[in-house]
């Protein structure tokens, strides 16, 4: 939808009428890379000659077993259950809003609110690999490599934040279809 | 007249602003999800293409074997992981369960073997140095036979990889300083090694197992003469003076075998399991034997 001037030909405004659906193709396109994020490993590792590659899941577990129970959370939420929820919330807020629903319309703004707060932290993972990867080079001793896994996880975060981006919060406001 | 007013009476003489729908936009967004859905359908079928049979070893001992960190071998090419490393339920046997990735033939069959590489230091060789650092790893020597998901490891490596060759049994009264390991020469030249050396049923002689590498196989035939090498050999005599006699180096501390075939045309050639005695030295004319036998080229 465009408000464009009568005279001129400027546009005034506008209001990206795709937004619902940029919101849930971006979504869906993250929640497909989600399935290889998760089972590639996106950690490889050699240490000492031996060599281990490990997915997120793996991580988790081996922080478990090492009794970093802490870590071990902070790993499985910030990186395994909070970008779902993330999905989750996102084809909410545009399936309600597509359906022009007038229910809980405070939550879902909140719910939008908090989905566009923690965006970027999910790529914590992401910088810390890099700069994992980076200062581990000791050659033959021990060297970290990225896995194949990294790029889809990293294209999860990405397609998140852009799809947070383009839902338009306004249309949790719009007024009911059937009014 | 204030500005507000102003502003209020003019409202309804401004122009309004003209609001275009657009009637037909082309959905590219939706370019993306079809792209992810490729990749990643792509990913996840690489993935479960990659994983192949699984399959458990009992070993007498899994020292230094790790789930998800210790690799099954062949030729150098890892083709497997060990995802559980467990005891069994007689408490002898540690059982360890490997996952190997696909391939189009699996090394998953009958006749497969499978060992733990460990640094060993022996007479006259040395192996697995690359596992003192990096922890054991499985070898496996694949088997030709059909499907088979469970095995039984090896305690010691195999002295020998290659698949396929002459086996013989040198029967002797003493083993010696022949052992697993020790070299078999034709003309000086090593052609095979001792497989092992174990006592007859009837404890009365030794068997020596001896396998003939494939590309050597037909220097047996059946009137072949086998005899030790092992260590010096001294003759002293007042007009000879000193003769010492050494195949090599290595033969004085492994020990080691040579063999010499006669010129005879109607000698077959040797066939598996067939027994030889093992002679504690060589006649004269054994030496001279040189008959023509064709070798295929290395390959």
Known sequence: MVAECSRCGTILARRGHDSLARTAALSLAALILYVPANIYPILRMYYYGAYTENTIWDGCVRLFQDEQYLVAVIVFFASIVIPFCKLLGLFYLTATAKLGSADRRRERTLIFKIIDAIGPWAMLDVFLLAILIALVRLQQLASVYPGPGLLPFASVVVLTILATLSFDPKLIWEPEKDE | ?299
């Open chain 2, 1 to 299: 007249m204030s500005d507000s007013e102003q502003n209020a009476e003019n409202r309804d003489d401004l122009p309004k602003a003209a609001v275009r729908q657009r009637h037909w936009s082309f959905p590219i967004i939706w370019v993306v999800p079809l792209v992810a859905a490729v990749v990643a359908g792509y990913l996840v079928f690489e993935r479960s293409r990659a994983y192949g049979p699984t399959v458990t070893i009992v070993f007498k001992d899994a020292d230094g074997i790790r789930a998800g960190e210790t690799w099954i071998q062949h030729l150098g090419v890892p083709i497997g992981q060990v995802t559980a490393v467990e005891l069994a339920d007689d408490l002898d046997h540690a059982i360890v369960t490997a996952r190997l990735t696909r391939a189009r033939v699996s090394v998953a069959r009958e006749g497969s073997v499978f060992w733990i590489v460990r640094p060993e230091l022996g007479l006259g060789n040395i192996s697995g140095l690359g596992t003192v650092i990096s922890g054991p790893h499985i070898e496996v020597l694949p088997g030709t036979g059909p499907e088979k998901k469970d095995f039984v490891g090896l305690e010691t490596s195999p002295v020998i990889l290659e698949r396929r060759g002459l086996k013989v049994v040198l029967v002797t009264n003493r083993a010696g300083s022949l052992h697993p390991n020790s070299p078999v020469y034709y003309r000086g030249v090593e052609v095979g090694v001792v497989q092992d050396t174990q006592l007859s049923s009837d404890a009365k002689v030794v068997n020596v197992n001896v396998f003939i590498r494939q590309r050597f196989a037909g220097l047996v035939r059946t009137g072949s003469k086998f005899w030790n090498v092992s260590g010096v050999d001294f003759n002293a005599g007042l007009f000879r003076g000193v003769e010492v006699k050494l195949e090599s180096l290595r033969s004085l501390v492994a020990g080691g075998v040579e063999f010499a075939t006669p010129d005879d045309p109607e000698a077959k050639p040797a066939r598996n399991g067939m027994a030889f005695p093992l002679y504690s030295e060589a006649k004269k004319e054994w030496l001279d034997w040189s008959p023509r036998i064709n070798i295929p080229p290395e390959k």
